[in-house]
């Protein structure tokens, strides 16, 4: 796991760089919108879900800038979600990242309105022609985008989230709300990887169920972190699902029962590679890291 660990932080400073160069600089009067933009974009993240549309575009034979192209904007609704999420009408974090939150460095409204302006540049990036790729593939891969972060896919989550006390607290609910809240951005990651990589029928059902699968278990390791996680090392607060009394994994399965659970998905996942072969190893690694994910 050294050296899959050594490959992402590799990869995050890549992507780091290229991100960069998609993300708008502005010296005039508005100026304060893209520095605000800027500070929460960059200097921090796994960069889990670009990580996927690159891995899985590579592994399929495709490497060319439209990909990365492509994980800048889905990194970019990534980011605004978190700063939404960051401000005091929803978890009122004041540490993202190990540094302030955006609300926090400036103030509420200019939290709002960077959440707003990254997530409308991310299809300002998806609407800007891409050299090779076919306009009905790049009008596609745009249409799932939203999809994937709106109401049938993060934002529903969210809601389903925040109305939590008024449904039945199951394992089918918990598993919905996060299908939908963490699981739709990672499997719009894989999915858009494999549509730019040309994958066949086969290739893509079996992604198509990676990615479900990953999409969980990320939020069972979120889950089981916010228990026993460190604050330093996570560079956010811990334990505040339970101190506001939220459904998760952890509370519907118990401890050792979210891991278990993690431990079942996590094989699963990888025994959705098969047909790959060695070439989708990249990705079985990415599976024990988000199982042994510190932060």
Not at 124 to 152: H, I, K
Request: aromatic share 8%; glycine share 8%; charged share 25%.
């Amino acid at each position: 796991m050294s050296d899959f660990k050594f490959e992402i932080t590799e990869f995050a400073r890549r992507f780091e760089g290229r991100f960069d160069g998609y993300l708008p600089r502005s010296e005039g009067l508005n100026a304060r919108i893209a520095a605000a933009m800027r500070y929460t974009a960059l200097g921090g993240g796994k960069r889990l879900r670009p990580y996927f549309v690159i891995t899985v575009a590579k592994m399929l034979g495709y490497d060319d800038e439209p990909a990365w192209r492509v994980a800048a904007a889905l990194e970019c609704v990534h980011v605004y979600s978190l700063v939404h999420d960051d401000l005091p009408c929803m978890d009122n974090d004041d540490v993202r990242r190990g540094k302030p939150t955006v609300h926090r460095q400036w103030d509420e409204a200019t939290a709002v309105l960077t959440g707003d302006a990254l997530l409308t540049h991310a299809f300002e990036l998806m609407c800007t022609p891409m050299d090779g790729v076919d306009p009905v593939l790049q009008l596609a891969l745009s249409a799932e985008l939203a999809m994937r972060s709106g109401e049938a896919g993060m934002i529903g989550g969210q809601m389903i989230d925040l109305s939590m006390d008024e449904l039945d607290q199951t394992e089918k609910t918990i598993t919905t709300l996060q299908d939908l809240k963490t699981g739709a951005l990672i499997h719009y990651a894989i999915s858009a990887g494999a549509r730019l990589g040309g994958a066949s029928k086969a290739q893509y059902n079996a992604l198509s169920r990676y990615a479900r699968r990953v999409g969980l278990l990320f939020q069972i390791t979120d889950d089981l972190l916010d228990v026993e996680g460190n604050a330093h090392v996570m560079g956010k607060a811990a334990g505040k699902d339970n101190d506001h009394g939220k459904a998760t994994f952890v509370t519907i399965l118990g401890l050792d029962g979210a891991k278990a659970r993690a431990r079942e998905i996590s094989k699963a996942a990888i025994a959705d590679m098969d047909i790959f072969g060695a070439n989708a190893d990249p990705l079985r690694h990415a599976v024990q890291f988000v199982l042994e994910r510190r932060a």
